[in-house]
């Protein structure tokens, strides 16, 4: 980002002059030094990642220039041009400077363009270089820098570099350019769209659009990007999807998905209900919720909302994985779709619903939580208090809004929260229980000053809508009275309705919220280590969509998603970007990829589940700490780099290979894998594999491994797993081994690959 | 000395990623000294045992004479165990008497046979800590407490004042590995996945599975139905684990299946062949340490004197449903610890072999009407013939609210730190009073290094 330039022409000169007080010496030299130009990945829109901003290169239709040629042969190279903003075709449009005798010193008049920022450094000899005064603003005109006296030799040179003063991944240059504003993100007051964003979709959709009186053509994602996104943004496309993307570009694919209704899960899980016991088999509440996720996963048109919906079961996690739940799919079923519903609301309509869910009441147990009564040695229950705190909304240490923590004068972290505070929100969480109360009288499901529930949970199994429907329900006779402190001095002393809103609030509003959530969706979706920009840009969108409102989901989806570090091109090649996909992300994106699908019962889900293979299944997770921790180091290469990975806690000396026996069966007896034959014969699962088999047909196994390298590897197949799959494939086409096994062999390997497995 | 002076003492001492790091050179020496004084065969197993989300363990050691039974049943109000119920421990210890959880039969046979202890009050601790130093804030508290994913962490590193990244178990590897791996495969297994506790410098954990034979080997192609398939599937797999990556995810992904695949025929091997007599549940618990058992049978083949286990039991967070849930999970332990000390005199390794307990914390000695929530300082169980048996070790606490160690609702600071604990069985397993510091870097803000055992639990 701090690139050097220094004011033009080829040769140095010496100046000589006189001064009232003494004489000296300057001399002004230019020294080519091997400056690159490059741009920090983070910072502009450079979506090729060729390191020079795309709109600079359209503004000056420089895109097909090789960036270390000099075509105008006015000292800089292209890739340098872009760094001064300056014309790479025009031999005038350099950044011209002179020495000026004025009144009150000597002084050098210099270029400026707008949105560049401009610093006069010195030195003696030419290794050390000092910056002389502040730096100054381009203002696309030529500004006098007044030279400081000097009593010896001294050089002088420019250094000329990009800002980005509202830290939302454009920089003042391109802002000035694009017509939005350097001191605001969202300065063109679009709802839920950063300027960043802006500049993505005007230059990565299709038609034209007005650049500062240059017209340029938007240009569409390649397949590779297409698909490259889609691992981000979906849960696993087909080739034709792909190719429907580079037709309609990011942009409008992400505006299409925000206006699909969403797909439900209870519907779904009624139905499995219903064709179970049509089938005679044994009916709800039986059938686990695993068959209704990877119904929806695999047949839901709305994809982002169920990618994000999935990650925010990563984050506000409840488990089936209980004594209790475990038999209350449709209660699970239920949460799930408060996660999708809100995918695109609002943050804290989110953190409100998961506070009176039955079956988050009934997983961190504030279901039914009753008052104190010292007497009796007996206090509210802190499993939700903690847990809200904890893992839903600020975490354990006060952070900036870069997601880096604060520190004490000692250099400690500062806790968020007291065990104090603890026991406060345990009071707010008092009186809540299942809806509706028991029919019977009238009388809530706990006892007036009886522990002991009038009736309990087993009363209505079977009936699992009685109490797994509805969102709890307050009962203010069991709710604590009195005040309760809330954090950062507020405090509320109400009913047990106006204490929630109070303390959802509290926690919504919290500073904190907006980093803390901000990095758990980008490890998610995009990457394991964002930088500090990337998260504060995201929190940022959390804090204010544009337009005043805090919690946007839809703001902090697209911040997420359409960022420098997600998609700016030269990310990639970072050795530290990207993150090792969730194993079941994996498995339902090679289903998705081919659409396995069973032929006679398509609600048939059951030979999908992995989780024995690789120790992650949908709602399924240990604990309320998820299947890894979003700070897991695992032992190696990302631990000395100082690198968390937290998808790696799952990956041990078992699960690797199960993962790769399992998803070889998967793929090679297509989608059964079992060896249960009885199972196995039960159906016919349907593929999709034409199109490799036709090229399989034709012989044409560089066509096929490329094919597959777009769907599944993004393109970024390396050169090693091309070479070795190309071969291995050769010798089993040597081998007389049927198309239909060579196509799925090929899939199994690339399934099996590194490049697979980690989405960067 | 004011605050001032003592919190810079604090933040001195507390820098210690460096000096863990830089003396393993130094352990390495005394390792060798380690070997030379054994005449018999030489090796030593540690097994711990981690009860996740937070073992109630004032319902696992219950004191039940008259009257500090009635302290306790008033405290635990309607979590409370009927006295009646309660497995007598023999002996009186620290003047009490004492019972186990009902459902511990096979612990209460060990302990009254003298081959299980109990530790009292063990929790997470910076420095020793005062009721009024945690009321005024002055007390240097571990990071992060009464929480779970904190505490598992301070739990296996033993170095509460940092998000450390190495656990005590790692680091004994990282010491005596050299000498300790003839076969490549780790020193450190865990039953349970990947944990910090078998996460050293150099040493990494390698995770097993409770049933077969331990290790996953990689399934042909087609179930081997076309051959050819079969071993072109097996080459390229493990050419594209061998390939050399740039991106350091594809890079640790590559080297973990690498080592998986490399070591896994290995390891199957040595222990396919390796039988147990003793009987033990069919449990995953019970299995874990049935394999455990297998592995310690196979340790000739693997190359190894030294070897640490892990075994992870979950579902300890009894917020709600605690004396059913509790109750439920007691016995497992139970069965599991009784079954695995018949196997390891079976195989005539019972003094080279201790396991021990740990958990996040224990819970609230007060009730919430459901279950209890999470607090500090804990009772844990160690066993083996190496065990002074038979004993309580550390402090059992007074269990009346209010008490000078109750913060509130019966969260009790502890007496004893992990530190003093795991120093006890790391100097047994061979580490030398002069390293002790180095693996530990806080015991000496709870014990005069040099001074002898830091607890006294182990025989030598």
């Known amino acids: 980002m701090m690139n050097v330039y220094v004011f033009r022409n080829g040769c140095k000169f010496r100046w000589t002059g006189r001064k009232r007080r003494a004489a000296f010496h300057v001399v002004l030299g230019l020294l080519l030094l091997p400056v690159t130009g490059q741009m920090d990945p983070g910072m502009g829109l450079d979506l090729n990642g060729d390191g020079i901003s795309d709109v600079w290169a359209s503004l000056y239709q420089a895109a097909l220039l090789a960036p270390d040629h000099d075509p105008d042969l006015d000292g800089l190279t292209t890739m340098q041009e872009s760094g001064t903003g300056t014309h790479p075709q025009l031999n005038s449009s350099v950044l011209k400077n002179q020495l000026l005798h004025l009144p009150e010193g000597l002084h050098l008049r210099h270029d400026t363009v707008v949105g560049k920022l401009y610093q006069l450094e010195t030195s003696a000899d030419l290794l050390e270089w000092l910056p002389a005064g502040d730096p100054f603003e381009g203002v696309g005109q030529p500004r006098d820098v007044p030279l400081p006296q000097a009593t010896t030799q001294l050089l002088y040179r420019i250094r000329v570099y990009d800002q980005d003063r509202d830290q939302d991944g454009l920089t003042a240059y391109e802002e000035h350019l694009l017509g939005s504003s350097d001191d605001d993100a969202t300065s063109t007051g679009a709802s839920s769209e950063s300027d960043y964003g802006r500049a993505f979709r005007l230059f990565s959709s299709p038609g034209v659009f007005d650049l500062n009186g240059q017209t340029v053509q938007g240009k569409l994602p390649t397949l590779a990007e297409a698909s490259r996104f889609y691992q981000q943004a979906g849960l696993g496309a087909t080739y034709t999807e792909l190719e429907q993307l580079t037709q309609t570009g990011i942009p409008a694919w992400i505006d299409t998905q925000f206006s699909l209704p969403p797909t439900l899960h209870v519907p779904v899980n009624n139905q499995l209900t219903v064709y179970e016991s049509e089938n005679g088999e044994e009916p709800f509440p039986h059938s686990p919720y695993v068959w209704t996720w990877w119904f929806v996963s695999m047949n839901a048109q709305d994809q982002l909302r169920q990618r994000v919906a999935f990650a925010l079961s990563e984050i506000l996690v409840i488990s089936q994985i209980t004594d209790e739940l475990e038999d209350h799919n449709w209660g699970i079923a239920t949460y799930y779709d408060l996660l999708v519903t809100h995918a695109f609301g609002n943050y804290r309509d989110l953190l409100h619903d998961v506070a009176t869910s039955p079956a988050m009441g009934n997983y961190l147990s504030h279901a039914k939580n009753m008052p104190a009564n010292p007497a009796l040695n007996r206090f509210p229950d802190e499993n939700f208090a903690r847990e809200i705190m904890q893992l839903f909304s600020i975490g354990l240490y006060e952070l900036e809004q870069n997601g880096t923590r604060k520190q004490d004068d000692q250099g400690n972290p500062i806790a968020t929260y007291t065990n104090k505070d603890i026991e406060n929100f345990a009071n707010v969480f008092t009186g809540l229980t299942y809806n509706p109360a028991p029919p019977t009288n009238g009388t809530p499901w706990f006892g007036e000053d009886d522990w002991t529930p009038i009736l309990n949970e087993d009363d209505f199994i079977g009936a699992d809508s009685q109490w797994m429907g509805l969102p709890m329900a307050g009962y203010d006779p069991l709710h604590t009275s009195g005040v309760k402190k809330l954090l950062r001095g507020a405090e509320t002393n109400g009913n047990l309705e106006q204490d929630l809103t109070a303390a959802i609030d509290n926690l919504f509003q919290h500073p904190n919220t907006g980093p803390f959530i901000g990095r758990r969706l980008i490890q998610r979706l995009v990457t394991s280590n964002p930088s500090p920009a990337y998260v504060y840009r995201v929190a940022e969108a959390f804090r204010d969509n544009g337009q005043g409102v805090r919690g946007d989901m839809k703001a902090v989806i697209r911040a997420v998603l359409l960022d420098p570090e997600a998609r700016n091109g030269s990310v990639q090649h970072q050795t530290d970007h990207g993150k090792l996909r969730e194993p079941l992300l994996r498995h339902v994106h090679l289903a998705r990829a081919f659409r396995m699908r069973a032929a006679q019962t398509p609600l048939r889900m059951d030979n999908f589940d992995g989780a024995q293979a690789y120790a992650m299944q949908p709602m399924g997770a240990p604990s309320v700490f998820n299947f890894y921790l979003p700070d897991h180091q695992p032992a190696g290469e990302l631990r000395e780099a100082g690198l968390v990975g937290p998808e790696f806690q799952i990956t041990t000396s078992t699960t690797t290979i199960k993962t790769l026996n399992f998803l070889s069966g998967a793929i090679a007896w297509d989608g059964l894998i079992t060896n249960d034959e009885e199972l196995a014969g039960n159906d016919e699962i349907l593929t999709d594999y034409q199109a490799e088999l036709q090229l399989v047909e034709a012989d044409n196994l560089p066509g096929l491994v490329e094919r597959l390298n777009l769907l599944l590897t993004r393109g970024q197949m390396s050169s090693s797993t091309r070479q070795i799959l190309e071969q291995t494939l050769q010798q089993a086409v040597l081998a007389e081994i049927e198309p239909d096994d060579l196509v799925r062999f090929a899939v199994t390997l690339i399934a099996s690959s590194p490049d697979f497995a980690v989405l960067r | ?460």
């Open chain 2, 1 to 460: 000395m004011n605050r001032r002076q003592f919190l810079g003492q604090l933040s001195c001492a507390a820098v210690t990623a460096t000096p863990v790091l830089s003396t393993i050179l130094n352990l390495q020496m005394t390792n060798a000294a380690v070997q030379a004084q054994h005449t018999e065969e030489d090796y030593k197993a540690l097994v711990c045992f981690f009860f996740a989300g937070g073992n109630d363990s004032f319902n696992m050691v219950v004191p039940s004479g008259l009257d500090e039974y009635t302290q306790y049943a008033q405290t635990r109000s309607n979590m409370a165990l009927a006295q009646n119920t309660l497995l007598n421990l023999n002996g009186i210890h620290q003047g009490r008497n004492f019972g186990l959880h009902p459902g511990m039969t096979g612990l209460q046979q060990l302990f009254n046979t003298g081959k299980a202890a109990i530790v009292s009050n063990v929790g997470t601790l910076v420095e020793p800590v005062t009721l009024s130093r945690f009321e005024s804030g002055q007390a240097k508290l571990p990071q992060g407490l009464f929480s779970h994913a904190d505490q598992i962490m301070h739990w296996q590193t033993s170095v509460p004042d940092q998000r450390a990244a190495l656990g005590w178990g790692g680091r004994l590897a990282d010491l005596l590995h050299p000498d300790n791996q003839a076969s490549g495969i780790s020193m450190n297994i865990s039953l349970s996945g990947t944990n910090r506790f078998q996460t050293g410098a150099q040493s990494v954990s390698y995770e097993i599975e409770p049933r077969g034979n331990g290790a996953i080997t990689l399934a042909p192609y087609l179930n081997g139905e076309e051959p050819i398939l079969a071993s072109l599937g097996q080459t390229a797999i493990h050419s594209m684990m061998d390939a050399e990556y740039s991106n350091l995810f594809q890079k640790s992904f590559a080297r973990k299946n690498r080592d998986a695949l490399g070591a896994a025929q290995t390891f199957s091997t040595a222990v396919a062949g390796k039988t147990i007599q003793t009987v033990f549940s069919a449990n995953d618990i019970s299995q874990s340490f049935h394999m455990i058992a297998r592995t310690i049978a196979a340790r000739q083949e693997l190359g190894l004197k030294r070897q640490t286990f892990f075994v992870l039991f979950g579902g300890f967070d009894h917020h709600d449903e605690l004396l059913k849930s509790h109750g439920a999970m007691m016995p497992v332990v139970s069965q599991a610890l009784t079954e695995f000390d018949a196997a390891m005199t079976e195989l005539g390794v019972h003094d080279k072999v201790t396991t021990f307990t740990a958990s996040d914390f224990a819970r609230t000695l007060t009730s919430n009407g459901k279950g209890t929530d999470h607090a500090w300082g804990s009772n844990q169980i160690v066993m083996g013939g190496a065990v002074k048996g038979g004993q309580f070790y550390g402090s059992y606490p007074e269990l009346a609210l209010g008490s000078n160690l109750d913060t509130g609702r019966g969260r009790l600071i502890p007496t004893l730190s992990t530190d003093e604990y795991f120093a006890e069985l790391a100097r047994w397993f061979g580490v030398a009073d002069a390293d002790l510091g180095n693996v530990f870097p806080n015991l000496d803000r709870f014990f005069t290094i040099g001074s002898g055992a830091p607890i006294g639990f182990m025989k030598s």
